[in-house]
């Protein structure tokens, strides 16, 4: 993908229960091709093949070609709009967390 998914597209994309599974499966592998990804999926080829199309569009994988086999590996930067639009709700979390460390100083000082 030559320019950064938006947020909606990586949302969109990581809805589907498949598609998110088929994305863990590469995250957790270096390099995996799609009958592997099929292997044990309980999805076809043909479905397997649809989601990775759509996880390549959205920038969260990325294929390398050797052969007859095509590799399939985590683009990390993928995330980053999730990532981004996440961050602003670190605040949120920060603040939290400071209430709840007093609170808990508080009730056992």
């Given at each position: ?76 930067e993928g995330l980053a709009p999730l990532v ?26």
């Amino acid at each position: 993908m030559t320019q950064m998914a938006t947020i909606d597209s990586v949302m969109r994309t990581l809805a589907d229960p498949t598609r998110r599974a088929v994305f863990e499966r590469i995250v957790s592998s270096d390099e995996i091709t799609v009958a592997e990804l099929t292997r044990g999926s309980g999805v076809t080829q043909g479905a397997i093949s649809q989601h990775l199309k759509s996880l390549k569009l959205a920038g969260l994988v990325a294929e390398r070609p050797e052969g007859r086999k095509v590799f399939y590996r985590a683009e990390p930067e993928g995330l980053a709009p999730l990532v981004d639009w996440m961050s602003h709700y670190g605040v949120f979390w920060r603040e939290r967390f400071a209430n709840l460390r007093t609170l808990l100083k508080e009730i056992d000082p």
